[in-house]
């Protein structure tokens, strides 16, 4: 409950009024000397609990009934989400205003931002005198000042955008203005639909951090939390999460991997009709993705015209509930540069390796560069496609960035080195070194000594007895060859320590099946892999440097970690609306819109163009995130600070406050009402009269 | 200094205003006089009687001699005996009468009546007494006739104080034992005590063929307990205090006194007493007047 003249709470110590004069009349009796003390005596022993209970009563309304004219002087407001708080007029009002595309969901017909919208405004006019308004938008980083009513009506007129709201920061900035300002006793008033990845309620210490920070605050600020999270009847939302094109002139083919997500989770099967627009090409493609739970992906294949070029698109569902999350768009080329990172602790291994990665240094679209080892803290993985390392294992921050590299769909191959070395990459490490030795168990220097000694058509030590061929680096060609696997010499090799996917096994040919052990192992991590081949390209090591087996198998993987890092390499193509700041300068163009529509590259899904690069951006994807925090967990976050709390789902639409002084004077007059019932006289036939005739003589029947 | 005395328990007024009236007995007296009221025997006034048959030893002068003649028996004639009675007028002067909120103090108010009705009965030539007494007798006179002696009861009323308890129930009951002739008894008193004990009195006067007649004074204050603070109440007779809201014990207080009233008008019925029942707000003039019209149209209706 908000006063909007709370100067007369001051006068809250009235209600001891009438216990004080209850007090002052028991203290200024006064003493009377009595003859019929024999009748007191006994009245005082028959005097009722009720009598006396009724004397308690009498006092309590009359506190009650001077409570009420207080409050009902006060001016006290209520109704909607503007009854939630016992406080008074603040001097400064911050308005947090969640515009991000759940905002959109339409319960009943009016989303939820304009309900918000509707019930702050309500909300203001009660404070429309003496309070100093600020507005802060998700998308801004700053307050904004508001003058009057009508400047916040139009400050907040914009729609839902795409962009996801953040709304600890937006509390944190919220704070420091309150620190720098120091405006006066304050209410921040939060609308939001409460989605979980807005609030970001796992981090606790941050919100912690936060509370505290009001808390240190000089002057006393509020919250009060418009919760717009009644659930939609029907929503579902799309995404492109990959998009992936193969093949190359008339053969060309776009592969988009689409998602379509429901709110509910529920048994029943729905069909999604989903249309993926290709405005380049001015094509539409529909198909009908079925949905059994809360989420569907589906490959869609696309022919393209003109791979080359470029293109851009998007895909489409039936409008819903939000109809903010029905569109999804993308941009697709062809994969560009595909550059090969590569980190040896032997020069000539990495030299070899450089080439095998990008055999034609006349083809700038396909690179390899070679990583000192000093400079490998700053090198931007993600930029790569691949990386070879050999040597001695990554560790530490190194093997965490990879890591995350593998796992956005980064491909990893690595091959032994001379050190011994025990670290452990994704859960596998190098094993102790293997020589091939001869009769005399001399170990080969090289592999092509081992050729120069085999007799005629055997072949000297260990070799590959089995690969996968079906698919894969090692996979048949299209024609069906195989890779000379079995040809290869190995002089040294390391065994591999670790479960992973063996791609190649390695044995003496007398018993293969005893001896076999793992030569090239595939772990699959995330979206990417990481490939251990057990031997390095050099003479000392195996006929790789010599064989066709090894650009074969470097380029196939560079072309898969391209192809499962597409999503990465095409993050400079998709972006998540909002997310990079530092681009607010740039002048991007809307070209994906509707005719004359001018779109924002900032706050707005749609394909732009700045210059000759074409970008598609797309609401960020934790704003598909279905689940949203209950109104209690909200106000948990806050900790000890004040909260009122309105939830649209639970009570109804956030109506007009209402100044409800008429009510407390109505419960005064009740107050009155029952007190002066309480004090009336017994009627003449309840009331014990004694007669006193006027002669003394007394009727028989009289008493 | 007498005069000022006197003024508090005489009024001319009101005794110009009753001196018109009778103090009649309510049953017959035994007097030594010849009077007013009646006697239970047969004496020489000129209202016949009754006939009785003439035994040996009756004077032969109260013979019938018409009848003699008549019917050849010897009858006799008598009439009635009038005399004069002796009147005791009992003051209760207990501290409790001495209260006096609204109305007159009771003491004054019970002196104003024992010192009007001393007056009449003395002027229609009737013995009358006083009897004072607290948790003792603190003054007896006995009933005589002659005008000093009832300057020594105007005297005895207006030098009397209230003090002490109230021992009207023994008074009474030793009181009852000592007068031995029938006699008009007037009690005036606040009648504070154990009601059993009080109508053990009355039944007491009653046996002894006493006409007695109660004069219960009680102050307005006392009836209703119209009070509106808290109070601290002070027993006049005794040492107890007690703090108390009238508006919590109003109810109980009053059906207590109520109960107590009718009780003792039961009992006073019962014992053939003639209970007045007085608040002292109202004016004695008309209480005594009514008490004197009522007795006369007893004594009438019985003539």
């Not at chain 1, 006063?3 to 216990?19: A, C, H, K, R």
């Not at chain 1, 839902?160 to 300002?181: G, H, I, M, R």
């Not at chain 1, 092509?448 to 055997?458: F, I, N, T």
């Not at chain 2, 504070?192 to 046996?207: I, M, P, W």
Request: aromatic share 8%; net charge negative; hydrophobic share 40%.
């Amino acid at each position: 409950m908000t006063f909007l003249n709370p100067l007369m709470l001051w006068g809250l110590p009235l209600i001891l009024l009438p216990v004080l004069v209850h007090l002052f009349n028991r203290l200024r009796h006064r003493k009377l000397p009595w003859a019929a003390m024999m009748f007191l005596r006994m009245a005082n022993r028959k005097s009722t609990r009720y009598a006396k209970l009724r004397q308690w009563l009498v006092l309590l309304f009359r506190v009650l009934a001077v409570l009420m004219l207080l409050f009902a002087l006060s001016r006290p407001l209520a109704g909607g989400w503007m009854g939630g708080m016992f406080s008074s007029k603040p001097d400064v009002v911050v308005i947090i205003l969640d515009r991000s595309p759940s905002m959109d969901g339409r319960a009943d017909g009016e989303s939820r931002l304009e309900k918000s919208r509707a019930a702050i405004l309500k909300g203001m006019k009660g404070f429309a005198e003496g309070s100093r308004v600020v507005l802060m938008d998700h998308t801004a980083t700053h307050v904004q000042e508001v003058g009057s009513a009508a400047a916040l009506k139009n400050l907040m007129s914009g729609g839902v955008n795409d962009t996801a709201a953040d709304l600890a920061s937006q509390l944190e900035a919220v704070q420091k203005w309150f620190e720098s300002e120091n405006p006066g006793t304050g209410e921040v008033w939060v609308a939001s639909d409460l989605q979980a990845s807005n609030w970001d309620p796992a981090s606790k210490e941050r919100w912690r951090g936060l509370v505290n920070g009001f808390e240190a605050l000089p002057q006393k600020v509020r919250v009060r939390l418009l919760a717009m999270n009644e659930p939609l009847a029907s929503n579902n939302s799309v995404r492109v999460r990959e998009l992936e094109l193969h093949g190359e002139g008339e053969r060309a083919e776009l592969q988009l991997e689409v998602e379509v997500l429901r709110d509910k989770s529920e048994v029943t099967e729905i069909t999604v009709p989903v249309t993926i627009h290709l405005g380049t090409e001015s094509r539409k493609l529909d198909v009908d993705f079925k949905l059994e739970g809360t989420s569907h992906t589906q490959f869609v294949k696309l022919s393209i015209t003109d791979p080359g070029q470029g293109g851009w698109g998007w895909v489409e569902i039936p409008d819903d509930d939000n109809p903010r999350d029905n569109r999804s768009y993308f941009v697709y080329g062809s994969h560009g540069r595909s550059s090969t990172a590569v980190v040896a602790e032997d020069p000539y291994i990495g030299r070899f390796l450089q080439m095998a990665a990008a055999p034609n240094p006349a083809n700038t679209n396909q690179v390899s560069v070679a990583v000192a080892e000093a400079s490998r803290a700053e090198v931007k993985w993600s930029d790569h496609a691949m990386i070879l390392w050999q040597g001695a294992l990554p560790e530490g921050d190194i093997a965490k960035t990879l890591l995350e590299y593998v796992d956005t769909g980064g491909m990893v191959v690595c091959f032994p080195g001379q050190l011994e070395s025990e670290t452990k990459f994704a859960g596998i490490g190098w094993g102790p070194m293997k020589s091939t030795q001869n009769e005399q168990g001399r170990a080969y220097p090289s592999w092509r000594e081992m050729v120069v000694a085999q007799s005629e058509g055997d072949h000297l030590g260990p070799r590959v007895v089995s690969w996968e061929e079906g698919e894969g680096p090692l996979a048949r060609t299209e024609e069906g060859y195989s890779l000379p696997m079995d040809g290869l010499y190995f002089s040294q090799r390391r065994s591999i320590e670790g479960d992973g996917i063996i791609l190649a096994s390695i044995a003496r040919d007398s018993k293969p099946e005893r001896t076999a052990e793992s030569l090239i192992v595939r772990k699959v991590r995330g979206k990417g892999q990481i490939i251990f081949v057990g031997t390095s390209p050099s003479d000392t090591w195996s006929s790789l440097n010599f064989s066709i087996v090894l650009p074969i198998m470097l380029q196939r993987m560079v072309s898969s970690g391209a192809a499962s890092g597409s999503g990465r390499f095409s993050s400079d193509r998709m972006l998540s609306a909002g997310d990079d700041p530092s681009r607010t300068s740039e002048r991007w163009v809307s070209v994906g819109g509707e005719e004359g529509e001018s779109r924002d590259f900032n706050t707005e899904a749609g394909i732009y163009r700045l210059g000759k690069r074409v970008v598609a951006v797309n609401r960020p994807e934790r704003e598909d995130l279905v689940p949203s925090l209950e109104g209690d967990e909200a106000v948990k976050l806050f900790g000890e600070m004040p909260v009122a709390l309105f939830q649209e789902k639970r009570e109804g639409t956030a109506g007009d406050p209402k100044e409800i002084w008429k009510w407390f004077l109505a419960l005064m007059a009740v107050a009155l009402l029952v007190e002066g019932f309480l004090i009336l006289p017994k009627s003449t036939d309840e009331r014990v009269v004694i007669s006193r005739p006027t002669t003394g003589k007394v009727a028989t029947e009289a008493n | 200094m007498e005069q000022d005395a006197y003024n508090e328990i005489l009024d001319g007024d009101v005794l110009t205003r009753l001196s018109g009236q009778f103090l009649h007995a309510r049953q017959p007296m035994v007097g030594n006089i010849v009077g007013h009221h009646k006697s239970p025997y047969r004496g020489s006034s000129v209202e016949f009687a009754e006939y009785r048959k003439y035994v040996p030893g009756d004077d032969p002068r109260l013979l019938d001699w018409r009848v003699l003649a008549r019917t050849d028996r010897y009858f006799i004639r008598e009439f009635e005996a009038d005399t004069n009675l002796r009147c005791y007028i009992v003051v209760d002067c207990s501290e409790s009468m001495s209260f006096g909120e609204k109305g007159m103090r009771k003491f004054d108010y019970a002196r104003k009546i024992a010192a009007t009705l001393s007056y009449m009965l003395s002027h229609q030539g009737d013995a009358v007494g006083l009897q004072l007494f607290d948790n003792g007798v603190a003054a007896d006179i006995p009933p005589r006739r002659n005008p000093l002696h009832l300057k020594h009861i105007f005297d005895t009323l207006a030098k009397a104080k209230t003090q002490n308890e109230t021992g009207l129930v023994q008074e009474l009951h030793q009181f009852a034992e000592r007068i031995r002739q029938r006699a008009l008894v007037i009690i005036i008193s606040d009648c504070f005590c154990d009601v059993d004990d009080l109508l053990n009195c009355f039944e007491h006067l009653h046996f002894q063929k006493h006409d007695f007649a109660l004069f219960h004074l009680l102050d307005p204050l006392e009836l209703d307990l119209d009070l509106d603070r808290p109070i601290r109440f002070q027993d006049m007779e005794g040492s107890d205090v007690l703090l108390a809201e009238p508006e919590i014990i109003r109810e109980p207080y009053l059906e207590a006194v109520r109960e107590y009233l009718v009780r003792i008008h039961e009992g006073c019925n019962k014992h053939n007493a003639d209970y007045r029942r007085v608040s002292t707000d109202q004016p004695y003039d008309a209480i005594l007047a009514d008490f004197l019209v009522d007795r006369e149209m007893l004594a009438k209706g019985r003539a």
